[in-house]
């Protein structure tokens, strides 16, 4: 017979960590976007003039998609 009262919801509350505040997340997701953005924006004309043809991802959503994956790392550590 297995114990259930191991993984009750409290405990599994607790286990996963705090959570950030969403404030301070579109902070650093805005810091890290306004930022990221003059870099894709060379990137994307680099590219743009390298390979004579735009890029499937603009440059704001090059750098959309950057914050996106940079900001929830910065909560994980």
Do not use: Q
């Not at 996963?16 to 924006?41: K, M, N, Q, T």
């Not at 003039?49 to 090059?62: D, Q, T, V």
């Amino acid at each position: 017979m297995s114990d259930h009262a191991v993984n009750t919801p409290v405990h599994a509350a607790r286990a996963h960590g705090h959570r950030a505040p969403r404030a301070e997340f579109y902070v650093y997701f805005a810091v890290i976007l306004l930022g990221g953005f003059p870099v894709a924006f060379v990137s994307w004309i680099v590219s743009t003039i390298r390979h004579r043809r735009l890029p499937k991802r603009g440059p704001f959503a090059s750098a959309w998609f950057d914050a996106k994956a940079i900001t929830p790392l910065i909560f994980r550590a």
